[in-house]
């Protein structure tokens, strides 16, 4: 390693005399920029190597490393590599996104040196070249790696400037034939030739079997060469790059074997749908030739990634056959990357501390003159998740059960993957500390700065071979890591005891008792009433990375047509204690000196587990976990090379950040007997059947412009006031930090405290607000003299009614909580268990209350078993002198809803009279 760390400081020393030809600040052709990508890997040494003193010396006083407990030599293979099968499977981590001179983007940016060979050396450990012409090299051996150079045009560029070959004879490649490469006029002219190309149907010439075919056969062939079952692996794989109007849909493909692939890919110049490309595999997979795909960069699809109701790219409406084959075909997503993660937005997961982490958002290839803004709805992984349990509940199908990984999309055929070694993503474009610090904007829009490291994805495997490995994947028992090589496993189940991670063979007992990541949970054993899931959680530090700040668990769920997220710490280091309200645990100290750009390990934890039990665990509701854990704060590569170089650091980014690692989720289906507990939800349809037409452009006008008033979630019991303007603003009000609020409202409770107001209209029957520049919208309806409103993403329900003003601002069911646990005396560790539990009835009888399709009989029926549930459940949890209280509180309160049911069914009749006979009382 020592050579390696040399070449590095003599690299940034000498940088600045570096000189070569650049043109990236013209935009690229939009066939090379629908290819564009970004990552690199950093140099990641075993727990068991050793750097010399000199070398560890060098690297700290040029602020590359930070002080590591004890120093290391050259590399040596991964030790965990057993070619032995292991039954309780082991960690391998590779490479599933980078691309080498073969992709034409790459070529075309400088990678004109290096293949897919080069690749799998530098996986292996060996030195390769980059782009630039200086030497880079992996300090940590990767397990496995796929090149999945584009398969559109793939080798062209390369061919046509390689004198004699079949390509360079070609009329349609002679514009692509470059007198000097380093030529910056000739560079613009192959970059205009490309983007006539784009716009332009498929060349045929270059689209001949006798070039593809010949390609393809030749990355098989290396393929195959580098791949050494047990010690390293390869896989036959490629990117499939559609880019409908700037929009990333890319896909990488990935083949189980190399013996039984296709003469050529299936490339976007054949189709540039999914749909088409999963109906390809499903014919792959039925010639006996196992595929599967991996998509990415969903931050910068503007939207169309994960669609709910239309396939954007067909116009076909979303239902079973399409979630299906989503499903069957695509079974992870990329969740992090060099240009950007893909989890979740600040305003799709506001009560997230952690979700503003390498935001990355443009549309590739898009022209610095046109103002189009990428769409957070439908970008992002989370939500995905969310909407996909959503319409399982509601459609009965889930298009959106993927697992995670995450990737480098380095375009130099190596990739670093630390941020102390970050020498850009695309070759010439920013092979500099000068252009990388200067914010070089890639094809007019990529800011070079938002660049950062790649991950990897990490596979819970038997061996180390591919049909292991692809298995691994293709059963969604994965996991993305940002960099660092952090391992981390979560298993689900019901009968997990409190201790298993005690035990020598707790790996053992936790696939015995449940299922790991990437699953579905198995049924809630008979009986299990008051029941919920246990989840074992491990994770453990890459030794020369930082510490273990804390592991969190994810879950979402899902209520009539509503999703719901939070957060949840479930291990953490150091004495730290969690918010007593809101259970968050505190931050994690930062050592990170910013005059020096270097941290150190004294706070932090080299391993972290638990057995967490999810303490808001309703039976009816579908729902996913997921964890995610987190490194203490490092320095982030602008900082490090900022100080380095006597810079101010870039204002654009952070100064630092947590490294991190995702599992794939576990998922939860109730019951058909659970579902029964459900509360039933007021649907559009329902409204409609009894008559119940939505309101006019006119009548909402009346209703909202320069009005205030207070509405109601039903589902969750919130309620919160709302003024729109005549002027055409609006804003909520009355939203705490801890309020369960539905998906993609974005920040409320921030906005309504600062007093931000954002835009509304009125057009087509509808309340339009948008959320950043995602139009949701409300349909209103009037039932008697109460409103009702449906939220266009909420799949048809009629969740929101509008009420008369409160005389408490505050969550009615969070009021009647509070006098539970007042008036009973109930202790902290019975809070703990009960006032979920209270919580959720209490949601329960509110729904009840408000139900207009239950009878009264049918409404007290409903309510005498919502009674008995509730009884069963809590019963156990008091002392006996709490007993007859409870009993007595339970009783007045149900006589009290059955009263209420009561008149307003009096009323009803009476008003109805009143109506009949109005002509005998006058």
Known sequence: ?????????????????????????????????????ACQQKESAPAAQK??????GAKQAAGTVQPAAAPAPAPQPNLERNPERNPERNAYFGETHIHTSWSVDAWVMGNRITGPGDAYKYAQGETIKHPMGFDIKIDTPMDFMGVTDHSEYVGVTKQANTPGSYVSTLPAAQPMIMQDPNNKEEQNRVFTYLLSLASKPPVKAFMDPKITATVWKENTKVADENNHPGKFTTFCSYEWTSMPGNRNLHRNVFFRACDKVPDYPFSSLDSTRPTDLWNWMDAQRKSGNEVLAISHNANVSDGWMYPVDVDNTTGRPIDAAWAAARDRNERLVEIKQGKGQSETHPLLSPNDEFAGYELYEALLGLPADVGRIDRITGSYGRQALKDGIAMQDVRGYNPYKFGFGAASDSHNTGSPYRQDNFYGLHADADGTVERRLAGVLIGGTMDVRLENPGGLTGVWAEENTRASLWDAMYRKETFGVSGPHIKLRIFGGWGYGNDILKAGDWVKQSYAGGVPMGADLPPMPAGG?????????????????????????????????????????????????????SGRVPAMRSTVDLEKATYTNDVGSAELKTVWTDPEFDASQHAFYYARVLEIPTPRWTLIQAVKSGLPPPDVVPLTGQERAWSSPIWYAPSADARQNAPAGTTVTELKKKGINALTDAQLKALIVGKAFWMRNNVTGEQFSQNFTTEGQTIVFRVGANATMPSAFGNVERDGYRGTTSAYRIEGGKLVIPVSQDPYSFTFYKVGDTYY??????????????????????????????????????????????????QQEIKQLGVLKKDATLSGVKKVEALRKLGVSFDEKISPLLKPEQQQKFQTMREQMRRRIIAEASETALQKVKSQASAMFSDVHN
Do not use: C
């Open 1 to 37: 390693m020592g050579s390696s760390v040399v070449a590095r400081q003599q690299l940034f020393l000498n940088e600045a005399n570096i000189v070569r030809s650049h043109v990236f600040v013209t935009p690229l052709a939009v066939i090379a920029l629908a290819l564009l990508g």
């Open 51 to 56: 750097m010399s003193a000199a070398d560890a």
């Open 529 to 581: 009433k008051g029941t919920a899931p246990k989840f074992v959680v491990w994770a453990v530090k890459d030794p020369t990375s930082g510490n273990l700040d804390r592991i969190q668990v994810i879950k979402g769920w899902t209520q009539n047509g509503q999703s719901f997220e939070k957060v949840f710490d479930v291990a953490w280091s150091g004495d730290r204690k969690p918010d007593k309200w």
């Open 789 to 838: 409103a449906a939220r266009s993403n909420e799949f048809g329900y009629a969740n929101y009614e509008i009420i008369p003003a409160p005389q408490i601002a505050a969550n009615p069911l969070t009021a009647l909580s509070n006098q539970f646990s007042i008036e009973l005396g109930l202790t902290e560790e019975q809070k703990k268990q009960i006032v979920p539990i209270l």
